[in-house]
């Protein structure tokens, strides 16, 4: 059965998949141009982009694209470690670095008016805070992980291309819809207070982190088992890694927002007793 699943795969990984590859990363190549572009437009007719940022937006999308373009995408192809850390690219890593880019901020500042405001009208929208909201970014993030890894979907990933190109695309999305919604960095209409975004995030991490432990004891189908060991490893630690950073930036936020209050109370404690 292994070695006949095997030769399928490898009959499936010629052109269809090399095509997959391609109509994965176009998406972001054209991301790292228009966000490039923008930054010129930006430089000429407004205030200096800041340089962190374009460096921050590069790093994003070249994670994104080495992770399903190229010699990682094809290992991931049949050994689940590098599957997971083309994950951790794709959903965890570019989705970071991206949001914290501030692509929004870029593109409403370059775009003509009428457009803008289109924008920001969809941005408005019960749609837009619907998704937005951390519990229901969470959901599609976390659960979207555990349908894949604990259903047929993984072995179906690697059988059907259009399967393939989806999920692909569903977890960058996710994670960047995720991403997004903890942490503040573009101009979001629908503001969630700081401690509901923290619970939320810390029981999405547990979800990560349970999900990583489940992969660990229960290797997906076809998946050898000092595989699934690895892989969920790398999920777990990687995961960590990366959300470390979230909270660190929530956090940050957080303590730059209360930060006048506390300077506020001492004042008034160091009044009274004068």
């Known amino acids: ?6 030769h399928h795969q490898h009959a499936m990984e010629g052109n269809s998949f090399v095509m997959a590859e391609w109509i994965l990363a176009t998406p972001f190549i ?14 000429r007719t407004h205030k200096k982009w800041p340089v962190y940022r374009v ?27 590098w599957h997971m850390a083309g994950h951790l690219f794709l959903g965890m890593l570019a989705p970071l670095f991206m949001v914290l880019a501030a692509p929004m901020t870029l593109f409403l500042r370059t775009l003509p008016t009428y457009a803008a405001r289109k924008v ?32 047929e ?8 291309v259009i399967l393939h190109i989806l999920i692909h695309f569903h977890v960058f999305l996710a994670g960047y819809l995720f991403t997004l919604s903890m942490i503040y960095i573009d ?21 990560h982190g349970i999900l990583s432990k489940y992969i660990y004891a229960n290797p997906p189908e076809g998946v050898l088992r000092a595989q699934a060991e690895a892989g969920g490893m790398l999920m777990y630690y990687g995961g960590d890694a990366v959300d470390v950073i979230i909270i660190f930036i929530l956090c940050l936020h957080w303590y730059r927002a209360t930060k006048p209050k506390f300077q506020q109370m001492r004042r008034q404690a160091a009044a009274e007793s004068m």
């Open 120 to 151: 920001t009208t969809i941005l408005k929208s019960k749609i837009a805070a619907f998704y937005t909201d951390p519990i229901v970014a969470s959901i599609i993030n976390i659960g979207g992980l555990w349908i894949l890894y604990t259903t």
């Open 1 to 6: 059965m292994e070695g006949n699943h095997h």
């Open 55 to 81: 460096v921050l937006w590069i790093a994003g999308t070249v994670f994104a694209i080495v992770s399903v373009l190229g010699p990682l995408a094809q290992l991931a192809h049949g050994d689940f470690v």
């Open 30 to 43: 054209i991301l790292l141009a228009a966000y490039l572009t923008a930054v010129i437009i930006s430089n």
């Open 153 to 160: 979907l993984y072995t179906l990933m690697h059988e059907y």
């Open 187 to 207: 101009p979001m209409p629908h503001i969630r207070s700081y401690l509901y975004r923290a619970v939320v995030l810390v029981l999405a991490l547990a979800g």
